[in-house]
T-cell receptor, first 113, second 112 residues
């Protein structure tokens, strides 16, 4: 699975959009981009994933560049409860039995009032 | 609540001892994964079971072993414990064909 690079930390104002970048320049054609977050030593929580197209769900939006070498996770209206470590993970073809996840260092996001 | 249950939540034990961590996956999920999170290593994949069979293995030490039972619950056995085994141990499960994994709240193991 391709490696990812994320900034180690970022701050965000409550109520504003948080844009979290991720670089995955060695991603190959059949690899997906997943985002998880971990709130203060709780179990990681799945946020969203995508292959080529932009994706949106109730938690966030995922924007993947056309060359797929980078992506941005957007939290549209950050709240204090969004303070967490956010992990961008590249995973190969989705298997029926599921896929192991290789976590990097993630981005520590602090939402400030 | 992810639906994945891990017990115990906290465990304190001495070096050289053996412990068993238990995981009940979400109802219907056939895959179970174990991850270790320590301060210096981050979140590391240990092992995956699918419907009772070992499916993938990560950097799991020989002193560690796991199994998945017919009722799909899983146990992670850690033996000859060392101070460096102190960590959070997470279990996750995923549905058939589903891309996302659901994590439990973890077991915090402290080896003294």
């Amino acid at each position: 699975d391709a490696k990812t690079t994320q900034p180690p930390s970022m701050d965000c104002a409550e109520g504003r959009a948080a844009n979290l970048p991720c670089n995955h320049s060695t991603i190959s054609g059949n690899e997906y981009v997943y985002w998880y977050r971990q709130i203060h030593s709780q179990g990681p929580q799945y946020i969203i994933h995508g292959l080529k197209n932009n994706e949106t769900n109730e938690m966030a939006s995922l924007i993947i560049t056309e060359d797929r070498k980078s992506s941005t996770l957007i939290l549209p209206h950050a709240t204090l409860r969004d303070t967490a470590v956010y992990y961008c993970i590249v995973v190969g073809m989705i298997k029926a039995a599921g896929n192991k996840l290789t976590f990097g260092g993630g981005t520590r996001v602090l939402v400030k009032p | 609540d992810s639906g994945v249950t891990q017990t115990p939540k906290h465990l304190i034990t001495a070096t050289g001892q053996r412990v068993t961590l238990r995981c009940s996956p979400r109802s219907g999920d056939l895959s179970v994964y174990w991850y270790q999170q320590s301060l210096d290593q981050g979140l590391q994949f240990l092992i995956q079971y699918y419907n009772g069979e070992e499916r993938a293995k990560g950097n799991i030490l020989e002193r560690f072993s796991a199994q998945q039972f017919p009722d799909l619950h899983s146990e992670l056995n850690l033996s000859s414990l060392e101070l460096g085994d102190s960590a959070l141990y997470f279990c996750a499960s995923s549905p058939l064909g589903g891309p996302e994994a659901f994590f439990g709240q973890g077991t915090r193991l402290t080896v003294v």
